[in-house]
């Protein structure tokens, strides 16, 4: 066999360990490259869905606005001047313009336009648009250019019937603009994301919307767009080629681009491979020149190397060794400093996990009674960080009581003990006891540790805090309850008041009125309650939102101290407030120009409890009579606020006037359900 010089055999060993290493380095970054490609289509893809979810929305609350315009009484009478006011109080502060025009040519009404002014014919309903409107009643128009102005908007139209029996078309529009403000918040930085209509004209675009609004699409860009959602490749207006992906919505019709420049894709794997092209041409070049140096010295230095890591196996003592060869000498002197390599190790091991906001335990200890902790885990158990004992050093475990799905866990069925055992734990929630009484609970997985031939010499633990999360489950629970129980009794009570006010009406016409200002009583009380979070309503205020709907507030002495009405108290003392002044306006003092109501009201504190005196007198009104019927306003005066609810009420009719007197407690602990009113 021919023999060959050492700097040669070294040339060739280092060629063979640097060439495949870059061949493997460059397999690994295109993959690298793959992968980063795969997550950009997925990144696209996701983000179009997203902006579709957000811009699905707006139309979906666009369309809540027309079809409760639809359901107008003045539009089914056919009062359009009466309906034009409730649309232009539906848009108003807007740039939203309502249209109601039939399936021809024709507009009736339009909120850009003053009522009884000529409105200009419009473009037919087309035969597919028609054909849609009968099956989904709904139609998303298209990006327009509005009549009269050079701004494009898009439209949102719902079917209504006529008084005559003919199907009218009620629309209304939006600036392209407010398509783009919408989805704004949900593009990416460096991302541009485009939305479509159905014959691919631009509705808006997060870069040069105002350029591009109401523009076609390239064609070849659009003619990928194909089927629900995907991705591809094409170039934009400016030739710049891009990574698309695109989702097209059942519900709207239109198509969303999420785009990224093709060049921020590839970017990485360019850069990464004139990297190790580099790197490779400089280790070879480097390679071959050390191989020439080191060669001759090669073989002494070796030797010399071997018969230290021969001293090293055998536990003699190993010297630094004396040559040339500066990496042969830093590999002698490394065998010398093994121990306080490992010792360094250690602390650097020490410092990362006392760094990570997780515990964990790792335990040698059969039984796992003697563990090492790290310093989350120290402060978690509630123990003293200041006198932990260095990391390495087992600390007997501290007594804790442990449970899970609602059943106490013994020490040997903990993770760490399992782990002891070879049992593997993934993610599994503990409630921890600690001594001092405090309650944790953890997120925990273990494995155990395996030496050389394989045997269980120990096991590791790692747990998250997730205590705050719990907690805020059981709030949102108790959220949830709380509403479920202020739904069913302000239910209870619109039942009862529907109930009670058809079968006390002499007319359908009467029952609608009547039930209507009842409720709308209601809904100014709850309005005040929500802006106060539930927790009660202010009485002045209370009075005055209950009274200014229906009558002249400079009618009315208010006079009081300040107080605090709990929720439900503040329920019935809206429908009594909306039924004495509803009374008044008919029958009593304010049914002429002269009368006056004067409502008065003190606080009286009888130990524990605080007791609200409030007066409703009437002077100057009609001279009142005998009661021969007793209403429902009477009705629900005297159960709402019976004796077995929250008080009493007192009503005398006095010729010269009424006068309602209640008694109710309002102490915090009192805050009992409205009474019934059926």
Not at 136 to 165: C, E, H, M, N, W
Not at 217 to 244: C, D, H, M, W
Not at 255 to 269: E, G, M
């Amino acid at each position: 066999m021919p023999r060959r010089s050492a700097r040669l055999h070294l040339l060739g060993l280092i060629a063979a360990a640097v060439i495949p290493v870059w061949l493997f380095a460059a397999y690994l970054l295109f993959q690298f490259a793959m992968h980063e490609r795969l997550r950009f289509e997925q990144d696209a893809l996701q983000t179009a869905r997203q902006v579709s979810l957000v811009v699905e929305a707006e139309v979906a609350n666009l369309r809540t606005i027309v079809d409760g315009l639809s359901k107008s009484a003045a539009l089914a009478n056919g009062d359009l001047e009466a309906f034009r006011g409730e649309a232009l109080r539906a848009v108003q502060g807007t740039t939203y313009n309502l249209v109601l025009r039939d399936l021809g040519h024709n507009q009736l009404l339009n909120t850009d336009v003053g009522f009884g002014a000529n409105l200009p014919q419009v473009e037919p309903i087309s035969a597919p648009d028609r054909e849609k409107l009968k099956v989904s009643s709904i139609l998303v128009s298209d990006v327009f250019q509005g009549q009269g102005s050079k701004d494009y908007r898009v439209a949102i139209s719902v079917k209504v019937p006529s008084p005559t029996g003919e199907d009218l078309l009620l629309s209304i529009s939006v600036p392209t603009s407010r398509i783009r403000d919408v989805m704004m918040p949900a593009v990416p930085d460096g991302w541009t994301v485009g939305v479509g209509d159905r014959d691919g004209n631009y509705v808006a675009r997060s870069r040069s919307h105002e350029e591009m609004t109401g523009k076609p699409g390239l064609p070849e860009y659009l003619k990928k767009i194909v089927g629900r959602s995907g991705s591809f490749i094409s170039r934009n207006y400016q030739g710049t080629t891009l990574l698309a992906g695109y989702f097209r919505s059942s519900y709207s019709g239109w198509f969303y681009t999420a785009n990224v420049p093709l060049s921020d894709v590839q970017a990485p794997l360019w850069r990464s491979l004139a990297a190790i092209g580099g790197i490779g041409i400089v280790a070879l070049l480097l390679s071959a020149g050390l191989a020439y140096v080191v060669g001759k010295h090669l073989t002494g230095a070796t030797t010399d190397l071997a018969a230290r890591a021969d001293a090293l196996g055998k536990g003699c003592p190993v010297q630094p060794l004396s040559t040339s060869v500066r990496e042969f000498a830093t590999i002698a002197q490394a065998l010398v400093d093994a121990e306080r390599a490992i010792a360094q190790r250690r602390n650097e091991l020490e410092t990362v996990l006392d760094t990570v906001p997780a515990a964990v335990w790792f335990t040698y200890d059969p039984k796992a009674l003697l563990v090492i902790r790290n310093r989350f885990a120290t402060e978690l158990m509630g123990l003293p960080t200041k006198v932990r004992q260095s990391f390495g050093v087992p600390d007997p475990v501290i007594n804790t009581v442990a449970v899970k799905d609602g059943h106490t866990v013994s020490r040997e069925d903990r993770p760490l003990s399992r782990a002891m055992r070879g049992e593997l734990t993934d993610n599994e929630e503990f409630s921890y006891t600690l001594p001092s009484g405090g309650e944790r609970f953890l997120l925990s997985s273990a494995r155990p540790i395996r030496g050389a031939t394989g045997h269980i010499i120990g096991a590791v633990q790692i747990s998250l805090d997730i205590t705050d999360r719990k907690r805020g489950e059981e709030q949102r629970k108790l959220l949830v309850n709380e509403l479920n129980h202020r739904v069913k009794n302000t239910l209870a009570v619109v039942q009862a008041i529907a109930s009670q006010t058809i079968r006390n009406a002499t007319s359908l016409p009467e029952a609608g009125r009547t039930l209507t200002s009842r409720l709308v009583s209601l809904s100014k009380a709850h309005d005040i309650l929500t802006q106060k979070n539930w927790s009660g309503a202010d009485l002045n205020d209370l009075i005055i939102e209950s009274i200014k709907p229906h009558a002249a507030i400079e009618r009315f002495q208010i006079t009081g101290e300040k107080v605090w009405l709990p929720p439900n108290l503040a329920l019935s003392f809206a429908l009594a407030l909306h039924e004495l002044t509803t009374n008044a306006i008919k029958y009593g003092a304010l049914s002429n120009a002269k009368g006056r109501v004067t409502i008065s009201w003190n606080l009286v504190n009888q130990g524990t409890e605080a007791r609200l005196n409030l007066e409703w007198r009437e002077t100057g009104g009609p001279t009142v009579g005998s009661i021969e019927r007793r209403g429902f306003g009477t009705q629900l005066l005297e159960r709402v606020f019976a004796p077995n609810s929250a008080g009493r009420v007192l009503m005398n009719f006095k010729r010269r006037g009424l006068s309602c007197v209640f008694d109710v407690d309002v102490s915090e602990h009192n805050e009992t359900d409205a009474g019934p009113v059926a």
